[in-house]
C-alpha cells in the first residue's frame, strides 16, 4: 500500500448542494485523507470540480487529473462514491475498466466500497448505471415541471426573449425592456416594408446594435467568429416568436438528451403557446402580415432570379408549388414541383408555362380590377376585416379574464371556509384575501381598457399598403402580399387569384 500515490478527486454539482452539508467539498476531502491516512497512503494532490454536474467529464479538475495520471505522478485516484467520479455511464466505464487499468491505476470509491485492486468489484459497472439513471430520472423530473409550468403561461427560461426581461417580483412573469423592445419593432418594420432578412441583420450590424445575447449578459462560452454579428437566424427567430403579439411561445427550441448541452429546433406544431400571457410588443396585423410574407419567402431564397410571384404561385390540382426555374438563358418557365420530384410515377402534371407571360396575366388583372373597383369600398373590407379579427380577439381576451375573476372569487369561498374550519388563522386569511381583491381588481382594469379599444379599431396599417396599390406603376413582394393571398395554376392553364381582402371581384 505504500507504493501508492495518491490523487483525491473532488466533485460538487449545483444539484448536489441541495443535498446538504453531507455533500460539501470540504467533507469529502476529510472522508478521503481520512482514508489516506488510515491506510498509510502517499497523498500526492487534489482535484476539485465545484459547481460541475457529472454528467460531463469536460472538467477542469478532472482534466489535470488525467494529465497527471499520464505523466505517472500518481497512481491512485479515490473519490467519495462512483457519482463523485461521474454520472455518464458510458465515459465512466471507459475510464474505470480502459484507461485506469492500461495506466496502472487503482481507483476506490470509499462509501461504495469499490476498489479496483481487489476482485469483489460486480457492482462497480451496476453502480455507475444506477448514477447515469438518477441523473435520466432527475432530468425527466424537471422537464416534466417545465412541461407544466409553461402550459400554465409561466416563463421558464434562463434569459427573457430579447425585447423582454424578466419581472423583479416575480421570475415567470415577463415585462417589456424598451430598449430592445423598439429594435424588434424595427426589425418587423424594416421586414414588412420590403427589407431582406440579411439586409437588416447587415443594417443592425452596422449600427453597433448589441445582439440579443450580449445585450442580457449571457454567458456564451466559446465565442463563434460572428460574436456581435446579428445573423439571419436571430432575426427570423425574432420575426417568427408569437410571444411578441402576447403568447408566450416557449419549448422552440431543445437538449438532444439529457447527457448534451447541444440544442435543436423543435417544429413550430410542438411549440408551447399560452395567449395572452405575457405584455405585446408587436400589433398583430403586422405580426401576421410579416409571417405571412416570411412563408412566402421561405422556398425562394438563393435560387437565382428574384421573382415577384416567387412562393405565390400553386398547382390548383395537387395543392404544390409551382417552381419557376430558368429554362434558356431568355425565359424562366414554372412547373409543379411535384410532378417534377415524381414524374416517373405519373402523378400530377407539368403545368409548364412562360414566367413573363404569367406575372404579365396576373398584374394586368389585378390593375385592371384596382382601376375598375371603388377603392374607397376596398379599404373599407380591410377595415372590416381588421376590425372584426380584433373584436374576437378582445372578446376572447375579454372571456377569459372575467373567469379568472370567477375563478378567484371561487378560491374566496373557499378560504372562507378554511378559516371558518380553523385551516388557516385570520391574518392569513386577511393577507390572502387581499391579494385576490387586489389581482380581481387589476383584471376588472384591464376588461374596461379593452372595451374602451373596441370604440376604436382603425387599422394605419393595413391602410397603408393597400393605398400604396393605389399608385400601382410597380408591384414589391411585400406590397404584392399585402393583396393576395395565393394563385393557382389548373392543367389547362386558367388562372385563379385568391385575394387577403374580400374585394368582391
Same mark, same amino acid.
Given at each position: 500500500m505504500n507504493n501508492y500515490k495518491v490523487g483525491i478527486y473532488l466533485r460538487l454539482s449545483r444539484e448536489d448542494e441541495?443535498?446538504?452539508?453531507?455533500?460539501?467539498?470540504?467533507?469529502?476531502?476529510?472522508?478521503?485523507?481520512?482514508?489516506?491516512?488510515?491506510?498509510?497512503?502517499?497523498?500526492?494532490?487534489?482535484?476539485?470540480?465545484?459547481?460541475?454536474?457529472?454528467?460531463t467529464f469536460n472538467r477542469a479538475g478532472f482534466k489535470r487529473l488525467i494529465?497527471?495520471?499520464?505523466?505517472?505522478?500518481i497512481n491512485m485516484v479515490i473519490t467519495k462514491d462512483t457519482s463523485r467520479l461521474g454520472r455518464d455511464h458510458i465515459e465512466f466505464g471507459y475510464y474505470v475498466e480502459k484507461f485506469f487499468p492500461e495506466n496502472n491505476v487503482r481507483y476506490v470509491a470509499v462509501n461504495d466500497q469499490i476498489d479496483t485492486f481487489k476482485q469483489e468489484n460486480d457492482m462497480l459497472l451496476f453502480k455507475s448505471a444506477y448514477n447515469d439513471m438518477?441523473?435520466?430520472?432527475?432530468?425527466?423530473?424537471?422537464?416534466?415541471?417545465?412541461?407544466?409550468?409553461?402550459?400554465q403561461g409561466e416563463f421558464v427560461g434562463a434569459y427573457a426573449p430579447y425585447g423582454y426581461r424578466k419581472d423583479i417580483y416575480d421570475k415567470h412573469k415577463l415585462v417589456i425592456d424598451d430598449e430592445a423592445a423598439n429594435v424588434v419593432r424595427k426589425i418587423f418594420q424594416l421586414f414588412t416594408s420590403g427589407i431582406s432578412i440579411s439586409q437588416i441583420a447587415d443594417h443592425l450590424t452596422k449600427e453597433k446594435i448589441s445582439i440579443p445575447s450580449i445585450h442580457q449578459?449571457?454567458?456564451?462560452?466559446?465565442?463563434?467568429?460572428?460574436?456581435?454579428?446579428w445573423t439571419t437566424r436571430?432575426?427570423?427567430?425574432?420575426?417568427?416568436?408569437?410571444?411578441?403579439?402576447?403568447?408566450?411561445?416557449?419549448?422552440?427550441s431543445k437538449k438532444i438528451s439529457y447527457k448534451s448541452k447541444k440544442r435543436i429546433h423543435v417544429p413550430q406544431e410542438e411549440w408551447i403557446i399560452k395567449e395572452n400571457s405575457c405584455p405585446r410588443i408587436i400589433e398583430d396585423e403586422l405580426?401576421?402580415?410579416?409571417?405571412?410574407?416570411?412563408?412566402?419567402?421561405?422556398?425562394t431564397r438563393g435560387r437565382g432570379e428574384d421573382l415577384l410571384l416567387k412562393g405565390f404561385v400553386y398547382c390548383h390540382e395537387c395543392g404544390h408549388r409551382i417552381g419557376f426555374r430558368k429554362i434558356s438563358?431568355?425565359?424562366?418557365?414554372?412547373?409543379?414541383?411535384?410532378?417534377?420530384?415524381?414524374?416517373?410515377?405519373?402523378?400530377?402534371?407539368?403545368?409548364?408555362?412562360?414566367y413573363d407571360l404569367l406575372e404579365k396575366v396576373i398584374l394586368d388583372e389585378v390593375k385592371r380590377l384596382l382601376a375598375k373597383e371603388d377603392m374607397n369600398k376596398i379599404i373599407e373590407d380591410i377595415y372590416q376585416q381588421h376590425i372584426e379579427c380584433y373584436q374576437e380577439k378582445l372578446r376572447k381576451r375579454c372571456?377569459?379574464?372575467?373567469?379568472?375573476? *370567477?375563478?378567484?372569487?371561487?378560491? =374566496?369561498?373557499?378560504?372562507?371556509? &378554511?378559516?371558518? /374550519?380553523? +385551516?388557516?388563522?385570520?391574518?392569513?386569511?386577511?393577507?390572502?384575501?387581499?391579494?385576490?381583491?387586489?389581482?380581481?381588481?387589476?383584471? *376588472?382594469?384591464?376588461?374596461?381598457? =379593452?372595451?374602451?379599444?373596441?370604440? &376604436?379599431?382603425? /387599422?394605419? +396599417?393595413?391602410?397603408?399598403?393597400?393605398?400604396?396599390?393605389?399608385?400601382f406603376m410597380s408591384f414589391d413582394r411585400n406590397l404584392f402580399g399585402s393583396l393576395i393571398e395565393k394563385i393557382t395554376l389548373t392543367k389547362d392553364k386558367e388562372i385563379h387569384i385568391y385575394y387577403r381582402v374580400n374585394c368582391n371581384f
Open positions: 441541495k443535498e446538504g452539508e453531507s455533500s460539501s467539498i470540504t467533507n469529502q476531502r476529510a472522508l478521503l485523507m481520512n482514508y489516506i491516512k488510515e491506510n498509510k497512503l502517499i497523498f500526492v494532490d487534489e482535484y476539485i470540480d465545484d459547481g460541475v454536474s457529472g454528467t494529465e497527471d495520471i499520464q505523466k505517472r505522478r438518477y441523473v435520466k430520472d432527475i432530468s425527466n423530473k424537471i422537464r416534466t415541471s417545465l412541461w407544466i409550468k409553461k402550459k449578459g449571457m454567458n456564451r462560452g466559446i465565442k463563434s467568429s460572428l460574436f456581435g454579428i436571430t432575426i427570423t427567430d425574432i420575426l417568427t416568436n408569437p410571444t411578441y403579439i402576447g403568447h408566450l411561445t416557449q419549448g422552440r405580426f401576421y402580415f410579416a409571417n405571412h410574407m416570411y412563408k412566402k419567402n421561405i422556398h438563358s431568355k425565359y424562366i418557365y414554372g412547373d409543379c414541383n411535384y410532378y417534377l420530384k415524381y414524374r416517373k410515377y405519373h402523378v400530377c402534371t407539368s403545368h409548364s408555362i412562360r372571456i377569459f379574464l372575467k373567469k379568472s375573476i *370567477e375563478m378567484n372569487l371561487k378560491k =374566496l369561498d373557499t378560504l372562507y371556509e &378554511d378559516k371558518l /374550519s380553523g +385551516f388557516i388563522d385570520g391574518e392569513q386569511y386577511i393577507r390572502v384575501k387581499e391579494k385576490i381583491l387586489l389581482t380581481n381588481q387589476k383584471l *376588472e382594469e384591464e376588461i374596461i381598457l =379593452l372595451e374602451q379599444k373596441n370604440t &376604436d379599431l382603425v /387599422s394605419d +396599417f393595413g391602410k397603408k399598403n393597400v393605398m400604396k396599390l393605389t399608385h
